[in-house]
């Protein structure tokens, strides 16, 4: 099993960085792709960032490109998600998530394990 645990969410003023980690343990974590989703009150979770076990293919929402960027560590066990220019509408729990299998990247059905979560609050 592979167990996820998100840090590093907090308050920011619209236009702030925020840095995420997911750390990871499991001995086949190299071998899983990763995701970041997030879910806000009031709305279903939906997809944000994805990036392949070698790190070499990432994938975003249209609503974060170009402005969040995700990365991983492998032999840190560590998935990062760096937020910049952050809007209100960023504002939501963001679950770190693996997926044992490479498929799309974008539905949340295609993973297997979900960290716990971290509170990213963007005030205006």
């Known amino acids: 099993q592979v167990q996820l645990v998100e840090s590093g969410g907090g308050l920011v003023q619209a236009g702030g960085s925020l840095r995420l980690s997911c750390a990871a343990s499991?001995?086949?974590?190299?071998?899983?792709?990763m995701g970041w989703f997030r879910q806000a009150p009031g709305k279903e979770r939906e997809f944000v960032a994805h990036?392949?076990?070698?790190?070499?293919?990432?994938l975003y929402a249209d609503s974060v490109k170009g402005r969040f960027t995700i990365s991983r560590d492998n032999a840190k066990n560590t998935v990062i998600l760096q937020m910049n220019s952050l809007k209100p509408e960023d504002t939501a729990v963001y679950y770190c998530?693996?997926?044992?299998?490479?498929?799309?990247?974008?539905?949340?059905?295609?993973?297997?394990?979900w960290g716990q979560g971290t509170q990213v609050t963007v005030s205006s």
């Open positions: 499991g001995r086949t974590f190299s071998r899983y792709a």
């Open positions: 998530a693996a997926d044992r299998d490479e498929s799309t990247g974008w539905s949340l059905y295609e993973y297997d394990y």
């Open positions: 990036i392949s076990w070698s790190g070499r293919s990432t």
